[in-house]
């Protein structure tokens, strides 16, 4: 497991226990208007007092860089006022570093990642209530613990929430590169789920659909492939109970098509900024249900609730036992989020999901002030 | 309440108890094919045996022409074998005329509507089960009775089985000069409930929009008018929480885009045969969700359950206390059934709900054989 004390510029802590100064430096993404991400968002420096008895001191060491980041950002779907400057990012891995003076079962060292969202995830530091985070078992990856948060619980509750899933049985989901993508295509694996994976068309799709077969995928079909496929009349088991679309427009609509009678169509993004059209027919005599499914919603109700802790415990084990791996990301240094051409413009645009790694920020403001 | 003994060919009934035939003429709109109504229904004379044990013998005084039914003959939608011929029709009222042999609560000169449906209305005779059909009191109106089966249980259930919708709250439906529509306003102004109807724009629209704000709608705007209107920033609370669609296309779309976060939009039919769009962000922002419902599929489910027993005996209340009308509709003799214009056409074509109206049919073969 990665740790902070590995790095040469914490090895000080090592050196019996040392007393801390009371604030500590911290350099943040932060935005004063809403606005195309790189351009109104800005690095800025602060500085953080001592945790207070029960808060934690954060360093935080990946942090993704989710598309509900972006419309975050842009003012998307914002409601109620605004009380800039925001911090952006949400989802995050980060290491504690110092705990508040009170009794606390965590100790330095612990890894964390949130149980709450909102408050800013693309920060070098971070003060956080100890009930605000959950505690990562040592030895799960950096990159799983980064992706659980927000990534793996939406695949997660998107195959647990709206249709009783037995083994066998099939589902059928549009962007399955994408990182919550390649999240369902395992956990239908691990549960013994039929997965139908939709990506679009491109040059060496062949590979793609390779990598995506061996992380669970039963099928992959292109955007072009899925209208003239005859697998769901070959295969009738394989007619997906369930579709999650995270594209809308033509893609959405032809994988709600797929659906048996009673199917349930749920939408999580709109990748493509296009609607999704359904013929009346699936509605009044197929019985669909189209829906739709944000993480951030599902926090608003269960956040800390017995399912949200049990979730990542499941989830957690999953990776202890490699029946989970990260989505396949860039790790983007914290300082170049400007710099290089694309970690704050959308993420389907990149087609690679981007990850701010602070892990070698310069952790000097750290030294004791003993 | 009109009655089959109030005929001149009847009243040879009140003479005392005699005895039937053993077999009785019924004239009977029957398909050898699926296809366009018109071309392929046809008039067949049969003959029925005397009632069983627990069977009822009715004459059918009203059965409405309903888009499902034409949607049968069509075979859209069908599934199974094809056990030819079909007898046309589902919704009726009708008088028992003669009971089995065995006890039963029925006596000659009841009214019933149908519990059972698919088992064909369009006829002058029918044997029926006496479990599949609900007394209507003598005092309700023939046309009230003939309209409750599909069309009043249609809007009844659109209203009670997906959102919980208190005093106040409000819905917007398309079609609302439908059969169903005009129904959906009636229950709507019952259960205080503000109603906002949708009509397709056309000549003397403002005749209709009084007609139908008579009938209980709050308002009536014209597919024209509800892009533009600013009711909805006007009076927030007439905001809709139920969208209910019989049309799909635009109209469906534009409707579903008025309601509320977290409000349901309900397809149960497709006049405009085209399909309705919604972005993504009525489902995974405004968590809308979009489903359908079927009379049919409802009494696959729930035929002669408590729920099914008590809506009917509830619509009956309200007729009688006249707070349910019948929709407005066209009387079509039996025999015209092919030389009138439209009837067998689709009813959004005629913008009239047609009924078949078999009180005068010959009585003769009512005749006992005594």
Same mark, same amino acid.
């Given at each position: 497991?990665?740790?902070?004390?590995?790095?040469?510029?914490?090895?000080?802590?090592?050196?019996?226990?040392?007393?801390?100064?009371?604030?500590?430096?911290?350099?943040?993404?932060?935005?004063?208007?809403?606005?195309?991400?790189?351009?109104?968002?800005?690095?800025? +420096?602060?500085?953080?007092?001592?945790?207070?008895?029960?808060?934690?001191?954060?360093?935080?060491?990946?942090?993704?860089?989710?598309?509900?980041?972006?419309?975050?950002?842009?003012?998307?779907?914002?409601?109620?006022?605004?009380? &800039?400057?925001?911090?952006?990012?949400?989802?995050?891995?980060?290491?504690?570093?110092?705990?508040?003076?009170?009794?606390?079962?965590?100790?330095?060292?612990?890894?964390?990642?949130?149980?709450?969202?909102?408050?800013?995830?693309?920060?070098?530091?971070?003060?956080?209530?100890?009930?605000?985070?959950?505690?990562?078992?040592?030895?799960?990856?950096?990159? +799983?613990?980064?992706?659980?948060?927000?990534?793996?619980?939406?695949?997660?509750?998107?195959?647990?929430?709206?249709?009783?899933?037995?083994?066998?049985?099939?589902?059928?989901?549009?962007?399955?590169?994408?990182?919550?993508?390649?999240?369902?295509?395992?956990?239908?694996?691990?549960?013994?789920?039929?997965?139908?994976?939709?990506?679009?068309?491109?040059?060496?799709?062949?590979?793609?659909?390779?990598?995506?077969?061996?992380?669970?995928?039963?099928?992959?079909?292109?955007?072009?492939?899925?209208?003239?496929?005859?697998? &769901?009349?070959?295969?009738?088991?394989?007619?997906?109970?369930?579709?999650?679309?995270?594209?809308?427009?033509?893609?959405?609509?032809?994988?709600?098509?797929?659906?048996?009678?009673?199917?349930?169509?749920?939408?999580?993004?709109?990748?493509?900024?296009?609607?999704?059209?359904?013929?009346?027919?699936?509605?009044?005599?197929?019985?669909?249900?189209?829906?739709? &499914?944000?993480?951030?919603?599902?926090?608003?109700?269960?956040?800390?609730?017995?399912?949200?802790?049990?979730?990542?415990?499941?989830?957690?084990?999953?990776?202890?036992?490699?029946?989970?791996?990260?989505?396949?990301?860039?790790?983007?240094?914290?300082?170049?989020?400007?710099?290089?051409?694309?970690?704050?413009?959308?993420?389907?645009?990149?087609?690679?999901?981007?990850?701010?790694?602070?892990?070698?920020?310069?952790?000097?403001?750290?030294?004791?002030?003993?």
């Amino acid at each position: 497991m990665w740790s902070l004390l590995n790095l040469k510029s914490l090895q000080i802590f090592s050196i019996g226990q040392r007393l801390w100064r009371r604030t500590i430096k911290t350099k943040s993404l932060v935005y004063h208007r809403f606005g195309v991400p790189d351009e109104v968002v800005e690095m800025v +420096e602060g500085e953080l007092p001592d945790p207070g008895d029960k808060q934690l001191l954060i360093k935080i060491a990946l942090a993704p860089i989710n598309p509900y980041d972006l419309y975050n950002i842009l003012g998307k779907f914002h409601t109620g006022s605004n009380k &800039f400057p925001y911090t952006g990012g949400s989802e995050f891995v980060g290491e504690v570093v110092k705990t508040g003076t009170q009794y606390t079962p965590y100790v330095r060292g612990d890894i964390v990642i949130p149980l709450t969202l909102g408050s800013g995830a693309w920060t070098t530091y971070k003060l956080v209530n100890e009930s605000d985070v959950f505690k990562v078992p040592n030895e799960v990856g950096l990159q +799983e613990a980064a992706t659980t948060a927000i990534t793996a619980c939406t695949a997660y509750r998107l195959l647990r929430d709206f249709v009783s899933l037995s083994e066998g049985d099939s589902v059928i989901l549009s962007g399955a590169n994408s990182a919550v993508g390649q999240l369902t295509l395992q956990l239908c694996k691990l549960w013994n789920l039929n997965a139908i994976g939709i990506v679009r068309d491109r040059d060496n799709v062949v590979n793609l659909k390779e990598d995506l077969k061996s992380l669970g995928a039963t099928e992959i079909l292109t955007d072009k492939e899925i209208d003239r496929t005859n697998l &769901f009349e070959n295969y009738p088991f394989l007619k997906p109970k369930l579709a999650l679309d995270c594209i809308g427009g033509t893609i959405g609509s032809m994988i709600a098509q797929c659906l048996v009678k009673d199917g349930f169509m749920i939408s999580y993004g709109e990748m493509s900024n296009e609607p999704v059209y359904a013929e009346s027919n699936q509605f009044v005599m197929q019985e669909n249900v189209f829906t739709g &499914f944000s993480m951030i919603r599902w926090l608003d109700e269960n956040m800390k609730l017995d399912k949200h802790i049990h979730m990542l415990d499941e989830l957690m084990i999953q990776i202890l036992r490699k029946n989970l791996i990260a989505p396949r990301m860039e790790m983007v240094p914290f300082e170049f989020y400007k710099v290089l051409p694309d970690p704050l413009k959308f993420v389907n645009m990149a087609n690679r999901k981007f990850v701010f790694d602070m892990r070698e920020e310069a952790l000097d403001e750290l030294v004791d002030s003993e």
